[in-house]
């Protein structure tokens, strides 16, 4: 047993996907989604963000969605245009942050419960499901359309700790956003603001929670 009491504490580390995870946006998949809705680029980005929080929160579904991003640019899409932009979405979002990935695996692998927490839409949701089997192997995922709740609305936080069926305090959650980072330590947990990984793994050190970035695996019985 590590004796660090920090480390001690942690019994588990709840993810964001988007930009923890996952890598940054795939740049072919928005030429895509250029492509497929006819749009320039300040159009396409004023529509793909105006209402994605929405999305996310499941005020919207997929379809919904695309055809409040249509009207953004004075336009409809057929249902094949939005099948084709659901698509492009996900794929959006689906080149891996390896460094960041494996080492939730290896946090599996150690006994240590695992957990996301993402702010998300049913088709994207969907879809990363349908392409990614290794999001099995976290204990609980806690997608925010499903709850009608996004972050940083604190609902959402108590929920995943609720899944995952640990106390606040005994969970570090880490997210890009610092509006994420600051509901989450509202909600009692512990947490870190994610950049990019060299950051992270200091900030980790400087918490006197490097053991935690090299957990030992438990014995398959």
Not at 51 to 68: I, M, S, T
Not at 152 to 159: C, D, K
Request: charged fraction near 20%.
């Amino acid at each position: 047993m590590n004796s660090n009491p920090e480390v001690n504490s942690i019994q588990a580390v709840l993810f964001d996907y988007g930009m923890v995870l996952s890598a940054p946006p795939d740049p072919a998949a928005w030429q895509r989604m250029r492509e497929v809705t006819g749009f320039d680029e300040p159009t396409l980005q004023r529509g793909y963000w105006a209402f994605r929080h929405e999305y996310d929160r499941g005020d919207l579904n997929g379809q919904a969605y695309w055809e409040q991003v249509a009207r953004i640019g004075g336009t409809s899409f057929t249902p094949e245009q939005v099948a084709e932009l659901i698509d492009a979405d996900v794929e959006l979002w689906t080149q891996l942050n390896a460094p960041m990935l494996d080492w939730a695996q290896r946090l599996q692998r150690s006994g240590i419960r695992t957990g996301i927490l993402s702010n998300i839409g049913d088709a994207m949701t969907e879809g990363l499901l349908k392409k990614f089997d290794w999001i099995c192997g976290f204990h609980h995922c806690t997608w925010s359309y499903r709850l009608r709740v996004a972050k940083p609305e604190a609902a959402i936080y108590h929920s995943a700790a609720e899944g995952l069926g640990v106390a606040p305090g005994n969970i570090l959650f880490i997210d890009d956003k610092i509006e994420n980072i600051e509901a989450a330590h509202a909600a009692g947990m512990q947490a870190i603001q994610y950049s990019n990984h060299p950051s992270f793994v200091h900030e980790m050190e400087k918490r006197g929670l490097a053991a935690l970035l090299a957990p030992e695996t438990v014995p398959s019985r």
